[in-house]
């Protein structure tokens, strides 16, 4: 009898964070979350799987579902992105929009405002980065959203200083379905260690590279084993499209790589809680991104 009580009071629900690409998606999730469970990086589209974040807010669950920026997609990758994206809407009991506050509507809103106007699920607007932004601008982003779509909430939050976070948490948590939760109460992501350990090291690519590393650029984990006393063992592959791009992530005598795995293996160690050895090696293949294996290990389905 007590177990199907404790069950009755608790409540658990899916909900789609989608958004523009930079439109600081991940580090609301991260932040709703309480720790790190999707990249992030000043470069847009760095979110390339469905990460989920599993939040609890008292007797609630609130399975954040963090899609990849939603873009005009052109190459294979870019569908595959899109694909995920909207798959991680599916299903889902809230779909949450996020705008970036500063930067305001621009035509990357617009597939997403289209995409959004036939979709049934209850929908909120939450408007980010309200620490930097104007109030007046953020009132006529409000309004031109609200006119088109309706929203049944709306929330101004800085998930990077945490304002309005804790108030949007608590209504997330209300606005719920009863039922037993979909996770064990200690997890807060079903992105694989495996998976986990790719995307720490690709976001070390990026904020170290920034803009002289291309889309073209993937991290594939090989082997991730445990070992006897306890620590991580764990093979990269970072593949890139031309022989050049392997120079830029080389560095100067091997300098650039040593460090991206020098700052990726602190993060994962401090993230895994075990200490970590970490081996990078940088492969140059023309066509990765017409390689099913890769989209396999990266986590997404392959879309023609």
């Not at 779509?149 to 200083?161: M, N, P, Q, R």
């Not at 991206?260 to 993230?271: D, P, Q, V």
């Not at 970490?278 to 017409?290: G, N, T």
Request: proline share 4%.
């Amino acid at each position: 009898m007590e177990s199907s009580e404790l069950q009755s009071s608790q409540r658990c629900g899916v909900i789609a964070i989608v958004g523009a690409p930079n439109a600081g998606k991940s580090t609301l999730v991260n932040a709703l979350v309480g720790q790190k469970v999707a990249i992030t990086s000043p470069k847009a589209q760095t979110t390339r799987t469905r990460v989920m974040g599993v939040a609890i807010e008292g007797d609630a669950q609130l399975v954040l579902v963090d899609t990849p920026g939603v873009f005009a997609p052109k190459r294979r990758l870019d569908r595959a992105m899109v694909q995920a994206a909207w798959g991680g809407a599916q299903g889902a009991d809230l779909i949450a929009m996020v705008i970036d506050g500063k930067a305001g509507l621009g035509p990357k809103l617009e597939p997403i405002i289209e995409a959004l106007k036939h979709r049934t699920e209850r929908k909120w607007l939450i408007i980010n980065k309200v620490d930097i932004a104007t109030k007046e601008r953020l009132l006529v982003h409000t309004q031109k959203l609200n006119d088109q779509l309706g929203f049944d909430e709306i929330y101004f939050v800085s998930a990077g200083t945490g304002d309005g976070l804790p108030e949007l948490k608590t209504a997330f948590a209300n606005a719920m379905p009863e039922g037993p939760w979909h996770f064990p109460e200690d997890q807060v992501s079903d992105a694989t260690d495996r998976m986990l350990a790719a995307e720490i090291t690709r976001e070390q690519l990026y904020h170290q590279l920034h803009a002289e590393l291309p889309y073209a650029a993937a991290v594939d984990t090989e082997q991730y084993k445990e070992r006897d006393d306890g620590s991580v063992e764990i093979h990269q592959q970072i593949l890139v499209g031309r022989p050049t791009q392997r120079a830029i992530v080389l560095g100067k005598g091997g300098q650039r790589l040593k460090e991206i795995g020098s700052k990726a293996r602190a993060e994962l160690a401090n993230l895994l809680g075990v200490k970590v050895h970490l081996y990078l090696h940088v492969k140059v293949k023309e066509d990765w991104e017409d390689d099913r294996g890769i989209y396999r290990d990266i986590g997404l389905d392959w879309v023609e």
